[in-house]
T-cell receptor
Framework: DAGITQSPRHKVTETGTPVTLRCHQT?????MYWYRQDPGHGLRLIHY???????DKGEVSDGYSVSRSKTEDFLLTLESATSSQTSVYFC????????????????FGPGTRLTVL | GENVEQHPSTLSVQEGDSAVIKCTYS??????FPWYKQELGKRPQLIID?????GEKKDQRIAVTLNKTAKHFSLHITETQPEDSAVYFC????????FGSGTKLNVKP
């Protein structure tokens, strides 16, 4: 497995509380992504980053924010958690998805199971 | 944005038979198509990928085909084994990755 860790691995929280999930990589890959996985929906992109302090929205970004102050860390924050955000969250990394000829394979972290009561 | 559809949602085969999973995409700018295998409780793992300048790629029992004109690509697993049982996801990338909803493959011994 690529050097990707996620913390925490499991979390139970209450509606209305803020939650921050952390993704840490040791591969020095430029691109980092946050996905959520729900039954019947596959993996849906929340936000991604193409460099330090450079981020963009994915298809399900409402209610989430991200920050990337260092190459190795990408944080996902649920500003006020809701029950609809109960899900498994995966972080992923890749090198240069926009550059032809370079490796753009995505590698996934182990996931964080979040339950919002 | 891109829309990736994957079929079937579940597939049950006898050990030794072949399995085929199909995906379609909508964005003609998509140029990279990976396939992931996900075992229960584990992370998705890349098993094979194909780029838009290639029509077919094989890796032992696994092959992927791409038809750019029809905007569809398929995963073929031959001589299936019980350890192939998992959920398989296709994906397409234009500027971002878009995933299909997954196929649960069950290989019966």
């Amino acid at each position: 497995d690529a050097g990707i860790t996620q913390s925490p691995r499991h979390k139970v929280t209450e509606t209305g509380t803020p939650v921050t999930l952390r993704c840490h990589q040791t591969e020095n890959h430029r691109y980092m992504y946050w996905y959520r996985q729900d039954p019947g929906h596959g993996l849906r992109l929340i936000h991604y980053s193409y460099g330090v302090k450079d981020t963009d929205k994915g298809e399900v970004s409402d209610g989430y924010s991200v920050s990337r102050s260092k190459t190795e860390d990408f944080l996902l924050t649920l500003e006020s958690a809701t029950s609809s955000q109960t899900s498994v969250y995966f972080c992923a990394i890749s090198e240069q998805p926009r550059t032809s000829g370079s490796s753009d394979t995505q590698y996934f972290g182990p996931g964080t199971r979040l339950t919002v009561l | 944005g891109e829309n990736v559809e994957q079929h079937p949602s579940t597939l049950s085969v006898q050990e030794g038979d072949s399995a085929v999973i199909k995906c379609t995409y909508s964005d003609s700018a998509s140029n990279y198509f990976p396939w992931y295998k996900q075992e229960l409780g584990k992370r998705p793992q890349l098993i094979i990928d194909i780029r838009s300048n290639v029509g077919e790629k094989k890796d032992q029992r696994i092959a992927v085909t791409l038809n750019k004109t029809a905007k569809h690509f398929s995963l073929h697993i031959t001589e299936t084994q019980p350890e192939d049982s998992a959920v398989y996801f296709c994906a397409a990338r234009a500027n971002k990755f878009y995933f299909g909803s997954g196929t649960k493959l069950n290989v019966k011994p």
